[in-house]
Structure formats: structure tokens, C-alpha cells
């Protein structure tokens, strides 16, 4: 009944932003040829392909989107931004988005997107996360921090309280992790990647004091580089198998299928954990911040212009007006409509009674609670995707047991990284 | 006369343009630019001349990946060769022609499938948890078991998504070579009162060893091609233990860190160890 009332006050909410906001977007089509988008995989996205007629009615042109996961899509847009620039629009995240700024690939957005979509509604942190050397470059698609999702039902049967800190965490994973009855203490990251294993390893070093450079020198064989790998190499004694070499998908799944006790990830998963659709364990779930002194990974991703494939002002108002228009208000609050919690970005949704209406108390207050843990982990640099995938590398060969000297792979990382800086 | 030889090189010689075009730009380039700094991030590029070459040798990841190459090759070309082989006299022997076409239509199916896909339904296949393969030792020990996760077992896991899918096709033309030999020599050896496997030791398999010697060497090429099994399957981990020489060139051109020209130098390195390899062995068994 609540489903259905929260089902009928966002529909509405929706009709009437549309038909409040639909005048003052209305205009001459400015879209002349169909927009090619490159993106991952996302629900508000397959959602926004139901109302293609809507943008063909605004900009007089159709859109065609091309979905490849999260490793594949960084390489692919890379590749093609660097080369022909068959994409008008990529969706890019906070780890590549200083390369494809620096690089010339891409087009600054604010020039292009129109002033009605209000770009200004959109939280914070994430517009933070979208502005490269003083530019925005992108509108969100998804974002925020990290969030401990952990299973109420085992740890009560354990009488172990949730941990809040990082060695109450340990002892938890430890004394939770019981394999013969098909349940894993944990689920990591082992995959190579800055986006992968290095992006939840980061939260270990950065909350343990860690720095990328001192005295701007590179600073990755530190103490604090030694005991965050070494937390992390312990960690994974207990995490779910599968995960040693996996990454979102493998940790979130396994976790999801209910074979794990306590994940720490993105925070979009707290909303897939509640979503029967795709959860198991959708009525055994709590969620808290990230243990201290874990910091949560900030991050966004979202859609920009391309520059090759938009060579004119007409081209790139065209991509703008698809940018805009599928970040929207309306967009959102059929995300939210469809419980889509974690692919909203905009303040106004947040703050809306459908909103509360949708995901109850709990989770809210817990996305709300980790914003005060969420931090920039990465090195801002175009050289961070090189930097970051070449520890991925060394970390993944810690993980599976052909490298074990964690003090030799991070003094090796710290020879790469003076190298790189260097050039 | 002279206008009647002049002919046939008019018509040929649109084809051969189109091929040596076809073949030598990209070869070409890809030389050039293996000479050069080029990166995906920066317009220009500055000649380097042999600097990337001298850089690989000191690059443990480029020792690893060929070292991995030449065991993917030996392993995926052994076994693709003793599993067409064994069933492909198998079915030669022991089927009638209606189970030999049966067989040949379900052999057929895994090389029709794109590699891509076949990487994915084994990745699932080979998971710990949920996987077909490895349901009976978890049903058995009560454990999991994460080939694909163990620096070991991983090549050898996905060389078998590779001779799952060559092996079956070569079975099938080896089944059709032995079908075409002449029956005589074979019928003597059975009058000879030679067992099954004694008549293929010295009389089928030496009869058809040119064409066998030509499989070899279309598998050697093909699995020089294991980028799409690798990618799908490890991205050439854990680690680097199952980075290949193609996995690794395109990860510095286009994964890690966008350098064309390295990753060009690697592929030229690969074309001339190829090139050099397959001319000394082909002189070897002619």
C-alpha cells in the first residue's frame, strides 16, 4: 500500500514538473542527427530509453546509446575519443575525467547546457566532483561516498554489534566468515584497476594517513601504504570467493545472493540491497558509514560532451540538450518512481516527500551520515588511470599470491610513479 | 602473343594492389609509429627511433608476456591436436554414418560460437560459487575452488575454453581426411591382424601427415589470436599470469596508459618473432 501510494505521489510529482518545466524547454529542434552516447550500464539509463520519444519531440532527433561495463567502457571511450570520436556524449567518472579534460576531448558543458535544466540542483559534492581545473565538465548520472551494508540476522545470531571501527571490523569479518555453511565474512575488490582493487584499497590508505606525495615527492612506499595493503591483504583472507579476481559486480553479487556478512562499497548498492529484484536479503539489511578510519571513496560519473564527434556550436548545443535533458528533474523523479535510489543526484529529489516516501528512514539517514566520511582518494592528475592501474596490477599479484613482499611492490610503485612525475 | 601473357596480370593486378594495401599501410604504420612517442593523449608525436625496443628488454611485464605467450601456444596447440586426433579416430572407428553426421553438427556448434560469448558462458561456468564446472568438487569437499583466481590453474582453464572449441572442429576434419584416405592399406593392416590403434600409429596418421602438419600450423597462428578468451576471461590475471603478448599491448595502448607507440613496438616484435619462428619450422618439417 505504501509501495503504491509512494508509486502515485512520484507520477504525479513528475506530470507536474513536466508540464511546469515542458514550456520553457519547448523550441525549434536543434538536434539535426541521431546523438550517440557511450555508456555503462545503468537502470535509470535502460528507464530513459522508454521515453525516447520525449527527447525526439524536444530536439527532433533520436539517441542511441552503447552499453559497455565499467573496465570496457573506460578503455573504449578512450580509444575512441583519442581517434575517430564516433561519440557525441561519453559517460565519464571522476578517475579519467582529468584526462579527457586535459586531452582536449572534451567539450566544456556549462556553454551548452541550457539554463532551465538547473544545473545548480545538483548535490554538492557531486558538481565538486565534476569540475576539473575550474570547468564543469559533466552532469551526474550517479555519485556519492561509501556505505557499510551489513546483515542484521547474522550478526545478531553472533551477538556481535555492528563495527565502527576498523579493528571491531576485522574481529567481525573474522568471527562472522564460516565457509561450510556458505557464508563469507567480507567482499572485496581483487581486480586490477584505479577503478578496481586500487579504488577500495585507496579508502584503507587514505584513512590511515596515507599521502600521494610529501614535499612533492611521491610518497606510495610509506608506513601507511605497508599497513593499509597489509589490512587489505588480511581482509581478503575472508572475502567471498570469486571476489579475488572480481570487481563491483562479483563483491555486490555475492553479497547480494546473501553469501556475505558486511560489504563496505559504493553507495548505490545500499539501494540494490533493498530492491527484490536483485537482492535476497532485502529484509535483513542495515547499513551504517564505513568503519573509522576508513575514508568513503567520493566519486561521480556522469555524461560530457564530446569534442570530435560535436565539431560545431550547433552539434555540441545538441549533446548539451541530451546531457540536460537525460539528468533532468523529470528523469530523477522517474528514477525514484522506480526506486532507483542510487541514480539520483539533485537536491530537489532528496528533499522531496516522495523521496522520504520511497525509501523510508533508514536508508536516507545513512547515505546521509556518510557524507561527513566521503573524501577525493585519487591523485586529481590525467596521470592517474596509469599511475592507479599499475598498482592494480601489483595489488591483484599480492591478492593471488605471486608477489609477497608488500614493502618491494610499493617501493617498486614508488620508482613508477617518480618515473612518471618525472617525465 | 605478348598481348595474350599481359592478360591475366591486368585482371590480377587490381587484386593485388587492393591486398598489398590491405597488408602493408597498417604494417608500415604500425613500424613508424613504433619508432615514435606517440600517446593517445597528445596530438604529436617525436621520433624516438629505438628507444621503446630497448625499454621492452628491461620491461619484466613485456619477459612475462612472452613467456606466457609461448606457453599458451605450446599448451593450446598440443592439446586442440591430441583431442582432434583421439576423437576424431574414435568417431572414424566406432560410429555408424548417421552418429558420425550427428557428431559432426554437435562438434560443429562451440567454433560457430563468438569467442567472446564462449569466454563468458565459461567465466560463468568456472565461477566458485554458482559455476557448473565446479559444482561436483564443491558437492564433493564442501570447498571452493577458484581456478581462474589461481596463477596456476588460469591458463590452463581458459585453454580449455580454446581446444573446447578447436579441438571438436579439428576432430571433425581429421574425421573427414580419414574418411577420404584409400581404404586398401588399411583393410591390409587389419588382415595383418593389426590392432585399431596400431593401424593409425604407422598407417592412417603417417598417411595423413602433411594435412595434420597444416592443422598444426593454422592453430599455431589462430591462437596466436587468444586476445578475446584472455580479456573476457582474466585480463590477463591474476597478477600477469596469464598475460599474453597481444593482452599486454593492448593494455599499455589502450587500458593502462595510452602509449600507441609502445604497445606498437610490442606488436612489430610479435610479427617478426612470428614470421622468423613459422619460416624455420615450415623449412623444418617440408
Known amino acids: ?423 | 602473343m605478348k598481348q595474350r601473357q599481359a592478360l591475366p596480370y591486368t585482371f590480377i593486378l587490381p587484386t593485388f594492389v587492393v591486398l598489398a594495401i590491405l597488408a602493408f599501410v597498417p604494417t608500415i604504420y604500425a613500424v613508424i609509429i613504433s619508432l615514435q612517442d606517440r600517446t593517445l593523449s597528445a596530438p604529436g608525436a617525436d621520433f624516438v627511433w629505438f628507444k621503446n625496443y630497448l625499454q621492452l628488454f628491461g620491461d619484466r611485464r613485456f619477459l612475462n608476456a612472452l613467456w606466457v605467450s609461448l606457453k599458451w601456444e605450446v599448451i593450446t596447440v598440443t592439446a586442440t591436436m591430441a583431442v582432434a586426433i583421439v576423437l576424431g579416430i574414435l568417431m572414424f572407428d566406432a560410429t555408424g554414418p548417421r552418429m558420425r553426421n550427428t557428431l559432426t553438427l554437435i562438434f560443429l556448434i562451440p567454433v560457430l560460437l563468438p569467442r567472446v560469448c564462449a569466454a563468458f558462458v565459461w567465466k560463468f561456468a568456472f565461477h566458485p560459487l554458482y559455476g557448473l564446472v565446479t559444482y561436483p568438487y564443491r558437492a564433493l569437499t564442501g570447498k571452493t575452488l577458484d581456478l581462474l583466481a589461481d596463477p596456476n590453474a588460469a591458463i590452463f582453464a581458459i585453454a580449455f575454453v580454446d581446444v573446447w572449441q578447436w579441438g571438436f572442429f579439428f576432430a571433425v576434419i581429421i574425421l573427414k581426411l580419414l574418411e577420404a584416405l584409400p581404404p586398401q592399406p588399411l583393410e591390409a593392416a587389419r588382415l595383418d591382424h593389426a590392432k585399431g590403434w596400431q593401424i593409425h600409429y604407422f598407417v592412417s596418421l603417417p598417411m595423413l601427415r602433411t594435412a595434420l602438419i597444416s592443422l598444426v600450423f593454422v592453430k599455431m597462428i589462430e591462437s596466436l589470436r587468444s586476445f578475446d578468451l584472455v580479456y573476457v576471461m582474466t585480463r590477463g590475471g591474476p597478477g600477469v599470469s596469464t598475460e599474453t603478448l597481444d593482452m599486454y599491448a593492448f593494455s599499455q595502448g589502450f587500458i593502462e596508459s595510452g602509449k600507441i607507440s609502445y604497445a606498437s613496438s610490442m606488436a612489430v616484435i610479435m610479427m617478426i618473432v612470428t614470421l622468423v619462428g613459422f619460416t624455420l619450422l615450415w623449412k623444418k618439417v617440408k
Open chain 1, 1 to 423: 500500500m505504501k509501495t503504491k501510494f509512494a508509486g502515485l505521489a512520484a507520477s504525479t510529482a513528475i506530470a507536474l514538473i513536466f508540464a511546469c518545466t515542458n514550456n520553457a524547454f519547448a523550441q525549434s529542434p536543434i538536434c539535426a542527427d541521431t546523438v550517440h552516447v557511450l555508456a555503462q550500464p545503468r537502470d535509470g539509463l535502460t528507464l530513459l530509453e522508454d521515453y525516447r520519444d520525449e527527447f525526439k519531440q524536444l530536439s527532433g532527433a533520436d539517441f542511441q546509446i552503447d552499453y559497455l561495463n565499467e573496465g570496457d567502457r573506460r578503455s573504449k571511450s578512450q580509444a575512441d575519443a583519442s581517434t575517430i570520436g564516433k561519440y557525441n556524449v561519453y559517460y565519464v567518472d571522476e578517475g579519467n575525467l582529468p584526462l579527457f579534460a586535459s586531452s582536449g576531448w572534451l567539450v566544456p558543458l556549462m556553454d551548452h547546457y541550457p539554463a532551465a535544466y538547473d544545473y545548480a540542483d545538483f548535490d554538492a559534492g557531486r558538481q565538486q566532483t565534476a569540475t576539473y581545473d575550474g570547468k564543469i565538465w559533466f552532469a551526474p548520472v550517479l555519485g556519492g561516498g561509501d556505505i557499510m551494508v551489513y546483515r542484521k540476522d547474522l550478526l545478531d545470531a553472533a551477538g556481535i554489534a555492528p563495527p565502527a571501527t576498523l579493528d571491531e571490523l576485522k574481529a567481525a569479518v573474522e568471527k562472522l566468515n564460516d565457509p561450510a555453511k556458505g557464508i563469507y565474512g567480507i567482499a572485496l575488490r581483487g581486480k586490477r584497476g584505479s577503478g578496481d582493487n586500487v579504488w577500495r584499497w585507496m579508502t584503507y590508505f587514505k584513512g590511515m594517513g596515507g599521502e600521494w606525495f610529501k614535499d612533492g615527492k611521491p610518497a606510495f612506499n610509506s608506513q601507511a601504504a605497508v599497513d593499509a595493503t597489509n589490512t587489505y591483504l588480511d581482509l581478503f583472507k575472508y572475502s567471498a570467493p570469486g571476489t579475488q579476481t572480481g570487481s563491483w559486480d562479483e563483491a555486490t553479487g555475492a553479497f547480494l545472493s546473501g553469501q556475505v556478512a558486511i560489504i563496505i562499497e559504493s553507495a548505490p548498492l545500499a539501494g540494490m540491497t533493498i530492491d527484490p529484484a536483485v537482492s535476497q536479503v532485502t529484509d535483513k539489511v542495515a547499513f551504517l558509514p564505513p568503519p573509522a578510519p576508513l575514508t568513503g571513496g567520493g566519486f561521480a560519473h556522469g555524461f560530457a560532451i564530446g569534442s570530435k564527434a560535436n565539431p560545431d556550436k550547433a552539434s555540441q548545443d545538441c549533446a548539451g540538450l541530451f546531457v540536460a535533458w537525460s539528468t533532468s528533474k523529470e528523469n530523477e523523479a522517474r528514477r525514484l518512481a522506480k526506486g532507483q535510489s542510487g541514480e539520483l543526484n539533485r537536491s530537489s529529489i532528496f528533499a522531496s516527500v516522495e523521496f522520504a516516501k520511497t525509501f523510508g528512514d533508514a536508508l536516507p539517514a545513512a547515505l546521509a551520515a556518510t557524507a561527513s566520511h566521503t573524501a577525493v582518494n585519487f591523485w586529481q592528475d590525467a596521470r592517474w588511470p596509469e599511475l592507479g592501474n599499475q598498482w592494480g596490477i601489483e595489488l591483484e599479484e599480492l591478492i593471488a599470491g605471486t608477489r609477497t613482499d608488500v614493502k618491494g611492490s610499493l617501493d617498486e610503485l614508488n620508482a613508477f610513479a617518480t618515473n612518471l612525475v618525472a617525465q
